[in-house]
């Protein structure tokens, strides 16, 4: 059967779950206690949050974990409604198999309005006995104080470069993939620390039956790579505005990138040009500034060149 393998490699035990090892640690007490408060998992895409839960509920209840654990999205239903009806219900009623409490998993919690956010806020306080909520969320800022407080917070850090690889290796070796030296390294670069991000481009790569090779794994994530962009910034700096600019055109071509796309891959790569830090607190400044200009809708190509021309000034005082 063909799966998608974010949910076939997802861990199942909080021991499989990779680099979060301190937080992993936290839950395995609530589950030797059979006891947790609510809890709050915030942190961006990609890092574990909604795989801790899951791990969390199976741990706290065994074979019974889906008759006492309820995940929703708060995305798809925002308003007060959804907590008046779904989440009272569920909340209201008897855990089964002899559980102390049911668990509620509120993904994407931020997403709620704020009158919703009010009546979860007496909803937690109500059913406090007979349910435990988990809210997962990318901005904890976003969710209203009186919640906050009511919850134990968990920051999700993103995956460092070597949990990532690790786990991919590990996915390779599983399906026997034929990958080519330095995908794995050009992977890590486009996942910046988003494991979803980074198995999910790599069951892409394989779906076209051909070696995974960096231009693959570029072409099917709709980046460049990091040779490619550093390309054009040494162009730039070096003086050669025209080449810098051609190969500007390349890589938007080939890979069919907007100019937010390459603006921020630019940002990643500035901080490893070889000048100096004035040079590049005024490259990270004019960066920000074209990006703010594509934002508000200039022109990409306009702007960009303009970049471009900016470093090669900056090239010059160097």
Not at 169 to 178: D, P, S, V
Not at 184 to 205: C, E, F, K, W
């Amino acid at each position: 059967m063909n799966e998608i393998w974010t949910e076939k490699y997802r861990p199942k035990t909080l021991d499989e779950v990779v680099g979060q090892k301190s937080i992993t640690d936290r839950l395995k007490g609530y589950v030797e206690a059979k006891n947790m408060s609510h809890l709050m998992f915030a942190g961006s895409p990609g890092t574990g949050k909604t795989t801790c839960a899951l791990a969390l509920a199976r741990s706290m209840y065994g074979d019974s974990w889906r008759g006492n654990f309820i995940e929703l999205n708060a995305s798809d239903d925002r308003g007060i409604d959804v907590v008046r009806g779904k989440i009272k219900d569920f909340a209201r009623t008897a855990p089964v198999d002899g559980a102390e409490f049911k668990i509620i998993f509120l993904d994407e919690s931020d997403a709620l309005t704020n009158d919703a956010q009010g009546a979860l806020r007496r909803t937690m306080e109500k059913y406090s006995k007979t349910c435990r909520f988990i809210l997962s969320c990318n901005y904890s800022s976003k969710i209203i104080d009186p919640i906050q407080s009511r919850c134990a917070v968990f920051r999700f850090r993103p995956l460092s470069n070597e949990d990532i690889r690790e786990y991919l290796e590990r996915i390779c070796k599983e399906e026997n993939l034929e990958v080519e030296e330095g995908a794995l390294d050009a992977l890590v670069y486009i996942a910046r620390g988003d494991m979803r991000r980074a198995v999910n481009t790599l069951q892409t790569a394989d779906s076209l039956g051909v070696p995974i090779s960096v231009d693959v794994i570029s072409k099917v994530s709709g980046s460049a790579n990091e040779e490619e962009i550093m390309g054009i910034l040494t162009s730039a700096l070096a003086g050669r505005f025209t080449e810098a600019s051609s190969k500007l055109d390349k890589v938007m071509i080939d890979y069919g990138l907007s100019g937010q796309d390459i603006i921020r891959q630019m940002h990643s790569q500035i901080f490893k040009l070889s000048v100096d830090t004035e040079s590049k607190v005024k490259l990270i400044d004019k960066t920000g500034e074209i990006e703010f200009r594509i934002i508000e809708g200039s022109n990409e190509k306009i702007q960009l060149e303009a970049l471009l021309a900016y470093m090669v000034l900056i090239g010059e005082k160097n």
